[in-house]
C-alpha cells in the first residue's frame, strides 16, 4: 500500500524529450501535493518540480523552467513529468514524492513521506 512506481527513464540525445510517469496505488492522489526530484552522481537531490493535489498551482526550478512541465490525472493515480530541449546536465536519477503537509511550493527533499523507486534518465550524443 501506499507505492509510488515510475517509469518513461532511458537515453535521449540532447535536445531530445522524455515523459517520466509516477503511478500511485493504495491511496488517493488527488489528496497529496507530488514532486519531482533528481539526483546526480556526487550531487545533493535536487527539486525539479512540483504541483498541488487539484494540479492549480505548480513549481519549477530555475534550470528547467520552460523545458520541463508537470501535470497529473487524478482519476488515473498518476502524475507525469514532460522534460523537453534536455542538457546533458539534466542526466540523474529521477525520484517522485507525495506528501499531505501544508505549504507550497514543496520543493525540498524533507517535505515529502512517499518515494518513489527512482528511473534513470541519461542526456548524451
Known amino acids: 500500500q501506499l507505492q509510488l512506481v515510475e517509469s518513461g527513464g532511458g537515453l535521449v540525445q540532447p535536445g531530445g524529450s522524455l515523459r517520466l510517469s509516477c503511478a500511485a496505488s493504495g491511496f488517493t492522489l488527488g489528496a497529496y501535493a507530488i514532486g519531482w526530484f533528481r539526483q546526480a552522481p556526487g550531487k545533493e537531490r535536487e527539486g525539479v518540480s512540483c504541483?498541488?493535489?487539484?494540479?492549480?498551482?505548480?513549481y519549477y526550478a530555475d534550470s528547467v523552467k520552460g523545458r520541463f512541465t508537470i501535470s497529473r490525472d487524478n482519476a488515473k493515480n498518476t502524475v507525469y513529468l514532460q522534460m523537453n530541449s534536455l542538457k546533458p546536465e539534466d542526466t540523474a536519477v529521477y525520484y517522485c514524492?507525495?506528501?499531505?503537509?501544508?505549504?507550497?511550493?514543496?520543493?525540498?527533499?524533507?517535505?515529502?513521506?512517499?518515494w518513489g523507486q527512482g528511473t534513470q534518465v541519461t542526456v548524451s550524443s
Open positions: 514524492a507525495a506528501d499531505t503537509g501544508m505549504g507550497w511550493p514543496k520543493k525540498y527533499s524533507y517535505e515529502y513521506y512517499y
Open positions: 504541483i498541488n493535489n487539484s494540479g492549480s498551482s505548480t
